[in-house]
């Protein structure tokens, strides 16, 4: 379950992390994870690049297309 616009991650220290999927603006491999936030935060996390994007896809649909079934694209 989704709680507002917060995604869980991991810092590098393994510490639960929410972050707030609608300020994600890119993220990258340098080599561990950084995530640059549209209010100039900076985040590094466990997670790759890849696990992150799929946490804010699976947020987007969550909120802008909640009739759809998760993975179906129905």
């Known amino acids: 379950l989704h709680s507002a ?3 869980q991650l991991h810092r590098l220290n393994g ?3 929410f972050v ?5 603006k890119f993220v990258e491999a340098n ?3 950084l995530i640059s936030l549209s209010d100039g935060d900076k985040l590094n ?3 790759t690049p890849a696990q992150v994007a ?3 896809v699976a947020y987007r649909r969550y909120v ?3 009739g759809l079934k998760e ?3 129905e």
């Open 54 to 56: 799929a946490a804010v």
């Open 64 to 66: 802008y297309q909640p």
């Open 20 to 24: 707030n999927a609608e300020l994600v």
């Open 45 to 47: 996390v466990r997670e």
């Open 15 to 17: 510490r639960d992390i």
């Open 5 to 7: 616009a917060m995604i």
């Open 71 to 73: 993975g179906t694209g």
């Open 31 to 33: 080599p561990d994870t």
